[in-house]
Nanobody
Framework: QVQPVESGGGLVQPGGSLRLSCTAS????????MGWHRQAPGKQRELVAS???????NYADSVKGRFTISRDNAKNTVYLQMNSLKPEDTAVYYC??????????WGQGTQVTVSP
């Protein structure tokens, strides 16, 4: 079993920054994809940013130029640096991990609130 654990959420003012972290633990052969998704109240979950082995990254149009995804392979950790945050970025952010031979796993989520 694989368990992704997110951290780094919180309350920030518009224009501020946060960095989210997600570390996958458990029986891991190799990770070939890690992503960040978010879900705001009353809305569907959406992909925010992702990393796919060996080095492909993908971003939602709404966060391009503001968010950066990065990875520490040795720690099975993915980060999401969020800059110039807007109130519409408020959501629960979920980490997704795809492990070779094991499938997809999701974290419990971390709340990000952008408010004056």
């Amino acid at each position: 079993q694989v368990q992704p654990v997110e951290s780094g959420g919180g309350l920030v003012q518009p224009g501020g920054s946060l960095r989210l972290s997600c570390t996958a633990s458990g029986t891991i052969f190799s990770i070939n994809h890690m992503g960040w998704h978010r879900q705001a109240p009353g809305k569907q979950r959406e992909l925010v940013a992702s990393w796919t082995r060996p080095y492909t990254t993908n971003y939602a149009d709404s966060v391009k130029g503001r968010f950066t995804i990065s990875r520490d392979n040795a720690k099975n950790t993915v980060y999401l640096q969020m800059n110039s945050l807007k109130p519409e970025d408020t959501a629960v952010y979920y980490c997704e991990v795809h492990v070779t031979f094991s499938g997809d796993f999701w974290g419990q989520g971390t709340q990000v609130t952008v408010s004056p």
